[in-house]
């Protein structure tokens, strides 16, 4: 027999791999149970941390939508009262966009991927805002301006698109 022969013999429990040592089923379920446990505990406060993040969004997002509708018409009336169909859409388009912001929140899993998701589309929408803002005073001073109130539509819709083009590139990662 050769060297390697005889060493492999000797120490033949130490290269024997088909049986484990005995109490490693005992060991193995023991260290499951416990990454198990650990698990659940950070899931369920990833859970409710994200819960809790995306209902102050959505309370902060309709406020602000409410603030800025509420602020535009006290202004407007005074100057031209805005068309009943425009601010019906506008509102529309508002509650649409929450709703939207709401669905991208659900998409993400951690609220860092949150709050940089949330900050691009906020950077977004704001751009279009004020945009909006200055389309709102063109139609202010000339109320039977078609292309403004188009290209106001068009705003929002815009803005539905954004959000839209976000839920499909975060939701389908």
Not at 67 to 74: E, F, P
Request: charged share 30%; glycine share 4%; with cysteine.
């Amino acid at each position: 027999m050769s060297v390697l022969e005889e060493k492999i013999k000797k120490n033949r429990e130490h290269y024997d791999v088909h049986e484990p040592d005995a109490g490693h089923i005992d060991r193995f379920t023991s260290k499951l149970e416990a990454e198990l446990h650990a698990d659940e505990g950070r899931k369920v406060s990833r859970m409710s941390i994200f819960r809790y993040a995306a209902g102050i969004l959505l309370i902060g997002s309709i406020a602000a939508v409410l603030l800025i509708q509420y602020a535009g018409n006290s202004s407007t009336l005074k100057a031209s009262p805005m068309d009943d169909e425009l601010a019906l859409v506008m509102d529309h388009y508002d509650r649409l966009a929450d709703q939207k912001l709401g669905e991208i929140s659900n998409c993400v899993e951690t609220d860092e991927e949150a709050a940089k998701v949330d900050e691009m589309a906020r950077t977004q929408i704001d751009k279009l805002e004020v945009d909006a803002s200055v389309l709102k005073e063109e139609l202010n001073k000339d109320a039977s301006n078609e292309r403004v109130y188009g290209a106001l539509i068009n705003n929002y819709r815009t803005r539905i698109k954004i959000l839209d083009n976000i839920i499909n590139r975060i939701c389908q990662l």
